[in-house]
């Protein structure tokens, strides 16, 4: 069992950059994929970034590739998704999630998820 919790969301203006954090607990994140998603009022959860367990590998949405980077520190047991270039279309729920197999772009795929972490961006 591994428990998940975000941190790092907030206003900002288009154009800021954030950098959310998703620390572990219960088990050691290194056994597991990671992956953020994203979900804005009235809409579905979208991917937004995947990581496999060692960072050696690293998935993005279109919309968020050459603006957002994930990565990880397992000694930390941490995960990070740096936002820069901030719009206000990013505004939602940031959600963590760790998975046992393969990072992947869909969401039931990934076996844990954080309780999410608010990100408004104004314009």
């Known amino acids: 069992q591994v428990q998940l919790v975000e941190s790092g969301g907030g206003l900002v203006q288009a154009g800021d950059s954030l950098r959310l954090s998703c620390a572990a607990s219960g088990r050691t994140l290194s056994r597991y994929a990671m992956g953020w998603f994203r979900q804005a009022p009235g809409k579905e959860r979208e991917f937004v970034a995947a990581?496999?367990?060692?960072?050696?590998?690293?998935y993005y949405a279109d919309s968020m590739k050459g603006r957002f980077t994930i990565s990880r520190d397992n000694a930390e047991n941490t995960g990070y998704l740096q936002m820069n270039s901030l719009r206000p279309e990013d505004t939602a729920v940031y959600y963590c999630a760790a998975s046992v197999s393969n990072p992947t772009y869909y969401s039931g795929t990934y076996d844990y998820w954080g309780q999410g972490t608010q990100v408004t961006v104004s314009s």
């Open positions: 990581i496999s367990w060692n960072g050696g590998s690293t």
